[in-house]
């Protein structure tokens, strides 16, 4: 059974710093892309950070630039997505997604709100 659980969400202030976990089973993970997502109330989920399988090459949206870090632990089977510098508008559900090819799963999402 494939499942991609995402953790360590929460409530946060501003300018401060989390770092969710996705955790995968079910599938030979070392072989599969993975992406951090988002989607706020009201707006349509984005990507945030990707990271190739041996995790030599990652890519950011242009809103995290220097403040997220994506990397990932294949011994492990996860992903983690770091961030700082929190601002309000990073408040959103945050889902893990793996990709191979056609192949695509995603987790159930974790919560993530900055606010004071």
């Known amino acids: 059974q494939v499942q991609l659980v995402e953790s360590g969400g929460g409530l946060v202030q501003p300018g401060g710093s989390l770092r969710l976990s996705c955790a995968a089973s079910g599938f030979t993970f070392s072989s599969y892309a993975m992406n951090w997502y988002r989607q706020a109330p009201g707006k349509e989920r984005e990507l945030v950070a990707a990271?190739?399988?041996?995790?030599?090459?990652?890519n950011y949206a242009d809103s995290v630039k220097g403040r997220f870090t994506i990397s990932r632990d294949n011994a492990k089977n996860t992903v983690y997505l770091q961030m700082n510098s929190l601002k309000p508008e990073d408040t959103a559900v945050y889902y893990c997604k793996a990709r191979d090819r056609g192949v695509v799963y995603w987790g159930q999402g974790t919560q993530v709100t900055v606010s004071s």
């Open positions: 990271i190739t399988r041996a995790g030599g090459i990652t």
